[in-house]
T-cell receptor
């Protein structure tokens, strides 16, 4: 069984400031890791994923995340946010074999202020 | 590639009525997933198909829920005798089933049971 904890339910930040959204996971098996973004009234869109290899993963819209196996973390970062980044962000894991269904965290609301 | 589509986008029904939702995945995707998302929470896995075979159902999926994927194409999710606790966003996602394992989500069907 897997679980995902997103430590912040809301993160307010000013435009052009850096941001980090935190994610910790628990699993008895090796997992794949994902970050999804959900804009109002839209479906989930994949930002980035970690399958294997380099622990620093770059995604769309200038986001990146670092996989830390010892700390079981996969924090999402962006060096300079825009108003358009305001959305709900979900961290998710899936097992590497079998169903590969996603287990999501409860989400972090990123509110970018001018 | 028109993405994953879901219909209807919104459904309001009275308690005790039956409802059916439809999901059309990306055409070459052999895996199809259903998730449920309640307010302020991340999506939760309900069930998934590989081609036309339903391979797993979550314990969240009570006997009132049934899903089908005839011919391995579109899928339907039916809820019988709806209850107020069924009010949620129902999300469909599809994937290739092999790398890069990315799941593409539809916009969801929002169900309100009155």
């Amino acid at each position: 069984a897997q679980s995902v904890t997103q430590l912040d339910s809301q993160v307010p930040v000013f435009e052009e400031a850096p941001v980090e959204l935190r994610c910790n996971y628990s699993s008895s098996v090796s997992v794949y890791l994902f970050w999804y973004v959900q804009y109002p009234n839209q479906g989930l869109q994949l930002l980035l994923k970690y399958l294997s290899g380099s622990t620093l993963v770059k995604g769309i819209n200038g986001f990146e995340a670092e996989f830390n196996k010892s700390q079981t973390s996969f924090h999402l970062r962006k060096p300079s946010v825009h108003i358009s980044d305001t959305a709900e962000y979900f961290c998710a894991v899936s097992d590497r074999t079998g169903r590969r269904a996603l287990t999501f965290g409860s989400g972090t609301r990123l509110q970018v202020q001018p | 590639d028109t993405g994953v589509s879901q219909n209807p986008r919104h459904k309001i029904t009275k308690r005790g009525q039956n409802v059916t939702f439809r999901c059309d995945p990306i055409s070459e995707h052999n895996r199809l997933y259903w998730y449920r998302q309640t307010l302020g929470q991340g999506p939760e896995f309900l069930t998934y198909f590989q081609n036309e075979a339903q391979l797993e159902k979550s314990r969240l999926l009570s006997d009132r829920f049934s899903a089908e994927r005839p011919k391995g194409s579109f899928s339907t999710l039916e809820i019988q005798r709806t209850e107020q606790g069924d009010s949620a966003m129902y999300l469909c996602a599809s994937s290739l089933g092999w790398e890069p394992y990315e799941q593409y989500f539809g916009p969801g069907t929002r169900l309100t049971v009155t």
